[in-house]
């Protein structure tokens, strides 16, 4: 039986674990891919909005010779501070749901990459899930077609290619430009006036000019409403469709986070945002010993928890445990 399972092994899930082993708190983390696998599945090349600082866990420091790091350098800071810290990190292994129990402790069931089934008992458990394993689908016709994709990893395989690029903000952005830098064809469709307000500030003047000289087209107020094998079709704000020579479709719509290991322990979820139930100085949901970290702690906005602020969550979910323990060693003595 551990103090604590931790489900998702992400830079929170992370900070979660070395907060509590600060602490004296036994802990596991389980993790259905590997290590931060979110940061795995960013662009190849992708440069963070944040500073090295902002992205530290645990005291131990992020140095990079950039005032913002790049994705590969996040992949080596997490692992070795998971390293330094000596983390139990069971990796492929999926959490599948978790079972309340009458003492008091959870059940966690798990399945590993051979399909083998087990069950974790710990005295509480914190849900740092992520948010990138469900992409917002669009709901159109077409969009089920191999040629759709949800990730962009780099630009290489489009080189020369058709490319639709669908949204508005710095991921489909920093897309469009590199798809250029390879010789696509690109089309942005985004439904806005423009794009987003949250543009890196270094990178938007860059996309601007690239539109204005033509290597870029950007279609604002539109949507694309159907996929087929050779085009995309897009509809404007006054109803007028453009049918496009297309090869593929790069749908960079955001994620949403799973909420299924929530709802299976019984953590209420406030209709309209789809978010659990939690108190925010403690990060304990409605179900006692039952905590959330992380992006999971936002409704359908997964804009409103980043890694600076996620990362904070584990101390919170640490020193209220540990008070939880104290005041039980203090009951016990009466």
């Known amino acids: 039986m551990k103090d604590v399972i931790i489900i998702g092994a992400g830079p929170c899930g992370l900070s979660a674990a070395i907060e509590c082993q600060r602490q004296g708190l036994s802990s596991l983390i389980i993790e259905k891919n590997f290590i931060v696998h979110s940061i795995f599945l960013y662009p190849t090349n992708m440069q963070f909005f944040s500073t090295t600082e902002l992205l530290e866990i645990g005291n131990v420091p992020f140095t990079s010779p950039n005032e913002k790091p790049f994705r590969h350098e996040a992949l080596v800071y997490y ?3 998971a390293q330094q810290y000596g983390l139990e990190i069971a990796a492929y292994e999926e959490a599948l749901k978790v079972e309340p129990q009458e003492d008091g402790s959870f059940s966690v069931h798990t399945s590993n990459l051979r399909g083998e089934q087990q069950v974790h008992s710990a005295a ?7 948010y990138f394993d469900q992409p917002n689908l669009i709901g159109i016709p077409g969009e089920e077609l191999p040629k759709v994709t949800h990730y962009f990893g780099e630009a290489h395989p489009y080189t020369g290619m058709k490319v639709t690029v669908i949204g508005g903000s710095n991921s489909a952005v920093d897309a469009a430009l590199e798809l250029m830098r390879v010789g696509a064809s690109v089309d942005m469709v985004y439904r806005g006036d423009s794009i987003s307000d949250n543009i890196k500030p270094w990178v938007r003047p860059i996309f601007e000019s690239m539109v204005k000289k033509d290597k870029i087209t950007l279609h604002l107020q539109s949507r694309v409403t159907e996929i087929t094998v050779d085009s995309v079709i ?4 006054d109803g007028s469709k453009t049918t496009l020579d297309n090869d593929f479709v790069l749908a960079l719509t955001g994620f949403r986070p799973s909420r299924v290991l929530l709802t299976s322990a019984g953590v209420a979820m406030d209709d309209d945002m789809d978010k659990p139930t939690f108190h925010p100085e403690t990060m304990e949901s409605d179900i006692p010993g039952i905590y ?4 999971i702690a936002s409704g359908r906005n997964a804009n409103e928890v980043f890694i600076e ?3 904070g969550h584990g101390k919170l979910i640490a020193d209220h445990i540990v008070s939880k323990q104290m005041a039980g060693v203090r009951e016990m003595g009466h």
């Not at 509480?124 to 992520?130: E, K, R, S």
């Not at 959330?292 to 992006?295: I, S, Y």
């Open 292 to 295: 959330v970290a992380g992006v």
């Open 79 to 81: 692992r070795r501070a």
């Open 124 to 130: 509480n458990v914190v849900i740092a899930t992520g």
């Open 309 to 311: 602020s996620g990362r």
């Open 234 to 237: 897009i509809t404007s704000k």
